[in-house]
């Protein structure tokens, strides 16, 4: 049997092996998809959900022990410095337990819930962001969480141990011509004849943990043949297999400590019980482990956002420009205001999330992208905004500053290192669609055999039946609703607290008009919704900033009511919301106003060599190699850089 190579594929194609991978079915009420359809269910979030005591007590007993670790093991300096974490850290780090922070127990891991996951990696993410990714590539998308979800037993008891102690795993999907379009994946894995393993040979790219990991969790394309379904599987791979190289250490812009690298498979032999799952479910495995694996970037993000406020407060005090606090010049003030109150709406975000995950009762798979997808994008905002307000010291080097006897601040360095947020485990255009297919579902689940061209006419009237039904008793709902009643939701309006009530009737009336907006849109666009990209992108932002204002009230509501800060909780929940509605209101406007159709039509004639006029006067300084590299399947073509942890 032969390995398939590369193909191409049509974007028909593509597209149907993205929908086979999704999960098709919704067996449990989700806060996010409700909100899209217009249905404000509140009481899916509140009253907010809480860790059981159990839970609490295991999870801050570790982060005393992880905080005491960051503060006497971890130089940050060190890292940014030699690019590269030390052996005797990641050591430090395994014998703290962290590598199994979501293991269970009877592994050997700590078995911490997904809230204390993830506030230990916004604690270690703010000593050092590249440990942080290092510790959520292992757990969160490596080996242990999905074979926690689809491996056999034997799996299980064979290398759960071993992650929860000693081996560092990674992921590979990536290879150098396939992002996110998984159809065109050309890594194979070819069964040997008596069925007892597999043949893997191909290269994946931005292998994170690939240079320094011990176990991999590897996808490849099974031939279909007599007694194989094929399609993208996925493989647990031991890292030191003949076989394996690591060609090359990758460098980025951030994370300067990042173990990432390019990897080679070349007639790497992988038994077949450590295929994860049946031939063909790989995707299907890859995004229902997102589901919760996305909680680990907003998680960092929340700790970058916390230390971006302490820096801002500290420098404010200390600095003054015509005779006051240069917070106190409205221009630096609001930066701050904004520091403060979008972190505080996205620490309620991830709290909510996460611990709707430990509870299981909700569907997340669309709270956690939304979480990922504007968690990512606002903590570089607030990031940038304490470079803007350290003014020339956020540009400088903490290194530089240290040089001269100032605070080493690395406020530019965390804008660096945050900046791969925005792309890593789904691009802020992937979640884009990602989230807006999902939000959609409910109208392609009756009307989608309209618009679809391979549908007979009898499938077309049929649908077009279900679709009338659907829509007879959905539309009149969203005329009316709580969001006008101006005594709903009171309890968010305790005597001589800020009005929070008045926010979640915007929230309730706005989802009812997102929903509007969504069913105009297909009305008018039909088979062509998919390709309004740029309107699918406001419909989701839209729908990212109405979850976190509620998450926001919800969250201040529950820390008034347990005698936790709630004043000033609910001080910063208003102040995001109406910080949020201005936003809310200018996307609204965008959806029906804005230069999409022009956008088009500079770009063909960007394509179309129009303006390249424009780019006269320039050198251009990165030469003529290949924008893609060579990724055809074969012997290694350098030394083996792999360095596992001594």
């Known amino acids: 049997m032969t390995a398939p190579s590369a193909h191409n594929v049509s974007e028909r194609e593509a597209r149907q092996v993205a929908e086979a991978a999704r999960e098709q079915d919704w067996r449990k009420p989700s806060f996010a998809k409700e909100l899209f359809l217009g249905r404000f269910r509140l009481d899916l979030i509140h009253p907010h959900p809480l ?43 395994k014998e703290l337990g962290a590598l199994g922070m979501k293991i269970d127990t009877k592994y050997g891991g700590l078995g911490l819930t997904q809230v204390y996951y993830n506030k230990a990696l916004a604690l270690v993410g703010s000593a050092n962001a590249s440990i942080g990714a290092l510790l959520s590539a292992h757990q969160s998308i490596g080996v242990p969480q999905p074979l926690k979800m689809f491996g056999t037993t034997e799996q299980k008891e064979t290398f759960l141990p071993r992650c929860a102690r000693t081996d560092i795993s990674a992921f590979l999907l990536t290879e150098p011509d396939v992002g996110s379009d998984p159809a065109r994946l050309a890594t194979s894995a070819v069964p040997t004849e008596d069925g007892s393993a597999y043949v893997l040979d191909g290269v994946k790219l931005w292998t994170t943990n690939g240079v320094v990991a011990d176990l991999l969790v590897v996808m490849a394309r099974v031939p279909k043949s007599e007694g194989h379904k094929g399609g993208i599987t996925a493989f647990v791979v031991e890292a030191g297999s003949e076989g394996v190289t690591v060609e090359h250490r990758n460098a980025f812009m951030g994370l300067r400590g990042l173990e990432n690298g390019v990897t080679r498979f070349h007639q790497v032999t992988v ?57 106190k010049h409205e221009a630096v003030g609001s930066k701050i205001a904004f520091i403060a109150a979008t972190t505080f709406a996205l620490e309620a975000v991830l709290d909510l999330s996460s611990q709707m995950a430990d509870e299981d009762r909700n569907d997340i798979r669309i709270e956690a992208a939304l979480a990922k997808l504007y968690g990512s994008e606002m903590a570089c905002l607030m990031a940038d905004e304490l470079v803007q307000i350290r003014g020339g010291r956020g540009f400088e080097t903490a290194a530089s500053l240290a040089a001269r ?8 360095q965390v804008l660096r290192d945050l900046r791969i947020n925005r792309i890593f485990e789904g691009s802020t255009e992937i979640m884009h669609l990602l989230i807006a297919r999902e939000a959609v579902d409910a109208h392609l689940s009756v009307a989608g055999d309209l618009i679809d061209p391979d549908k007979s006419l009898g499938d077309k009237a049929k649908a077009g039946a279900r679709a009338g039904g659907f829509y007879a008793r959905w539309l009149p709902k969203l005329v009316a609703g709580a969001g006008q009643l101006p005594t709903s939701y009171a309890e968010f309006h305790p005597d001589g607290y800020p009005d929070l009530a008045t926010h979640l009737r915007y929230t309730e009336r706005s989802a009812r008009k997102l929903a509007r907006s969504t069913f105009l849109a297909m009305a008018r666009w039909q088979g062509r919704m998919e390709t309004k990209q740029g309107f699918l992108g406001r419909i989701v932002d839209i729908g990212a900033e109405l979850f976190a204002m509620s998450a926001a009230c ?93």
């Open 51 to 93: 860790p059981a005591p159990d839970d609490v007590q295991r999870g801050e007993e570790f982060l005393a022990k992880l905080r005491d670790f960051c503060e006497t093991k971890i130089d940050g300096a060190r890292i940014e410095r030699e690019a590269q974490i030390p052996d005797e850290v990641i050591n430090g780090l």
């Open 271 to 327: 038994p077949a019980d450590q295929r994860i799952g049946p031939e063909g479910a790989g995707l299907k495995i890859a995004l229902t482990t997102l589901n919760t694996g996305r909680l680990s970037l907003p998680a960092m993000c929340v700790g970058a956002g916390k230390w971006c406020l302490k820096i801002a407060r500290e420098w404010s005090m200390e600095r003054e420009q015509w005779g006051k606090s240069i917070a």
């Open 405 to 412: 006897g100032e605070r080493a601040v690395p406020a530019e």
């Open 554 to 646: 919800v969250r201040a509501e529950m820390l008034r009511s347990s005698g936790e800060e709630g004043r000033p909780a609910y001080q910063l929940a208003d102040a995001f919301c109406r910080q949020s509605r201005i936003r809310v209101e200018e996307l609204f406007t965008r959806l029906w106003s804005n230069t999409d159709d022009l956008d088009r039509k500079v770009v063909d004639g960007v394509l179309g060599g129009t303006y390249t006029w424009l780019e006269a006067g320039i050198v251009d300084l990165s030469g003529d190699g290949p924008w893609i590299a060579d990724a055809t399947p074969g012997p290694a073509k350098t030394e083996n850089v792999h360095r596992p942890i001594r």
